[in-house]
DNA sequence: CATGAATGAGTGTTCATTCAT
DNA sequence: AATGAATGAACACTCATTCAT
């Protein structure tokens, strides 16, 4: 039986991942409120009602979406920082380009924006986001701040806002780039906004010996 | 009778501004799909059919929401950026400072992330926007850099990109506020953050070892 | 009084035949329906509100559309066949002629397709029309036809029903004018039309010594 | 089970025909813009959603009324010309009665006081109505009045304005019964109209001097 | 398991009608 | 008399959700 119709067995394991990508999609796309469920399951190759079998409403399904999207993320970064040997702000700017080639690359990248939008509309939701991916990522820079500064590498600014600020102009080229940059509204190159935004704030960062 | 049953007259001079207000609050709140027009005339005290008296569709109220709101502001800004006598990096300073206080203090600061939201499904609208709002927001941005990089005072940094990197937290801090920040999620003290930010971002920008 | 304001005065009595004039105009461009009150009015160069001076409601204004529009028509045809000398054969083509150049010259000769478009709608106006304009019409015919008749002039049809088949392609051509001939769908130079129309009639009502 | 609860099958099968017979009442009984979609629905016992199911918009249903309603009778038309053996003048007999059996049998009878009502205000449907219908129509008696008059049997009229002449009194007797005669207006025994127009039709028609 | 036909609540928009000025 | 701002009922169309097959 395993044998005999493994692609049933398979399908039926990998449906609910296949719907979630769909939505991912869609919702990245048109938003939560303009995704029409029977368009995701066009995409996923189902009927509307196959949908149903799986998630009990939209908002079920929205939830998996997130849920599903944003577990894997972190999980390197943490590796990285764990056991970087170079400077702080080597380390950074690691962090950051892994970060964005990993997100920056893939249909997630649109979540941040997604989360963003529907967050007032789904607060539990956003609860759950910031418990599992904001605050873990905080975490990841607030260490990579905290090393900087404990070595004398970082002036000692305020690490809790710092770190926001510092990921702020990172959230922002993905959020541009899944809302009025989907528009033809300008944009930057990846590359040069990000090497920009790291001169910057490693500029202001490090601690110099500037006035005697 | 005056002052009782405000005359027709002055009603009507005051209509638009009152729809355009209760729309603000309500766009703001739920989204521009999820807000019913019905609740907008409600809000602001007429029936929904006088709406229309004054706006074409959803979308031109929409949009008069966005020019009324927003326009002044930077016009403002353009006349503080002409006048200025000071630093670049005070000019910049104030600049950011005043704009917080203009739109950060009413419903207004939830306009960015409003645009955001809805920019993909409203090409439109989104390109008004920019054309109305980004353009002249990133050019008054440019003038500060361009004076203080010409005065030797900043360093040479690719001006394009330093604005939008330079401007990305303080939206980020709109944005959070009325996203997440919504839900209960933290956030921050504004001035604490602006002051983090805006002294990062001047290390950043400053050229120090002109001085030795 | 009567010559320090005349113009006032004078439009006072002539307001009803204004708006009835536009009325007739949008009626028979757009049908009943999709005419809009606030349209008439600003054709007759006055405000909604007015309209509802002079008439009740729209199947007021409707009533008297019909009704003034109809009551000038018929006299001239009883003049003509009570007074006309010549061969019943031409007295036919000669009213219906003379009925061709009175009513298609005008936006009167949209009134049979209005009153069709909108007879079940209102019944009894149907009635009034019924008894006004077509009985009296028909009579004319009767005549004419009698009279060719009782000459031995033409053959003995059935009179009641050769007047409904006489006239119809007349109205036809009428109704055909302001309904899809006004939308590019071909049409009929009229004077061709009316020609065969009689000739082919004629030709059908003349009795002749065809077999001996 | 078959024949009590007729299975979801057979029902998608016959629900567009139900629902545009249904909409062929109530377009003849109210016109076009006077009949909601729920009331159509209801009568064909469904909702409004189903009727989205297979019509696109209040439009396509209207065409969907006419195309299914006319076009299989004026196939039936271009058969019996085809294949017709006797006199022309028998051929045109035979046409228009075969015609108001067919059309003035049942509400489709409706459909040309209907398309004259609505033709101004929705072109679209004028352009396929005439493309589909009054074109066809057309040929079928141009080839009748041709047939006649290429074998002398019939004068040598204007074909073109003939076709038109001599149809016009079968279509009005339609459009009274679905207008004026609606009311109680009076009206005529479909019958004896018919052979009135049709004797009289024939007599003009027929080139009588021919035998002596 | 999977389907897709059916539902019906919900909303943007229009327009005849009213009435304070 | 005349205005035109305000109303609110009405309707086409959409789409999440259900359920018989």
């Given at each position: 039986?395993?044998?005999?119709?493994?692609?049933?067995?398979?399908r039926k394991?990998?449906?609910?991942?296949?719907?979630?990508?769909?939505?991912?999609?869609?919702?990245?796309?048109?938003?939560?409120?303009?995704?029409?469920?029977?368009?995701?399951?066009?995409?996923?190759?189902?009927?509307?009602?196959?949908?149903?079998?799986?998630?009990?409403?939209?908002?079920?399904?929205?939830?998996?979406?997130?849920?599903?999207?944003?577990?894997?993320?972190?999980?390197?970064?943490?590796?990285?920082?764990?056991?970087?040997?170079?400077?702080?702000?080597?380390?950074?700017?690691?962090?950051?380009?892994?970060?964005?080639?990993?997100?920056?690359?893939?249909?997630?990248?649109?979540?941040?924006?997604?989360?963003?939008?529907?967050?007032?509309?789904?607060?539990?939701?956003?609860?759950y986001y910031?418990?599992?991916?904001?605050?873990?990522?905080?975490?990841?820079?607030?260490?990579?701040?905290?090393?900087?500064?404990?070595?004398?590498?970082?002036?000692?600014?305020?690490?809790?806002?710092?770190?926001?600020?510092?990921?702020?102009?990172?959230?922002?080229?993905?959020?541009?780039?899944?809302?009025?940059?989907?528009?033809?509204?300008?944009?930057?190159?990846?590359?040069?906004?990000?090497?920009?935004?790291?001169?910057?704030?490693?500029?202001?960062?490090?601690?110099?010996?500037?006035?005697?």
């Amino acid at each position: 039986m395993d044998t005999l119709a493994p692609s049933r067995q398979r399908r039926k394991q990998a449906r609910p991942a296949e719907l979630t990508a769909a939505a991912l999609e869609l919702f990245v796309e048109k938003g939560f409120a303009a995704t029409r469920l029977e368009d995701v399951a066009a995409r996923a190759g189902v009927s509307k009602g196959t949908l149903y079998l799986y998630f009990d409403s939209k908002e079920a399904l929205f939830k998996a979406v997130i849920q599903e999207g944003i577990v894997p993320v972190l999980e390197q970064g943490a590796d990285l920082v764990d056991s970087y040997q170079g400077s702080s702000a080597e380390l950074l700017r690691t962090l950051i380009r892994e970060w964005w080639l990993r997100v920056g690359a893939n249909h997630l990248g649109g979540v941040p924006k997604l989360m963003i939008s529907e967050a007032r509309n789904f607060p539990q939701l956003a609860a759950y986001y910031n418990d599992t991916v904001i605050t873990r990522g905080r975490e990841l820079l607030r260490r990579i701040l905290l090393r900087g500064i404990g070595g004398g590498e970082f002036r000692a600014v305020d690490v809790e806002t710092a770190i926001d600020v510092i990921f702020a102009p990172v959230l922002m080229l993905l959020i541009w780039r899944y809302s009025l940059g989907a528009c033809g509204c300008g944009g930057h190159d990846p590359e040069l906004y990000l090497h920009t935004h790291l001169d910057l704030a490693l500029h202001g960062l490090v601690a110099r010996e500037v006035r005697p």
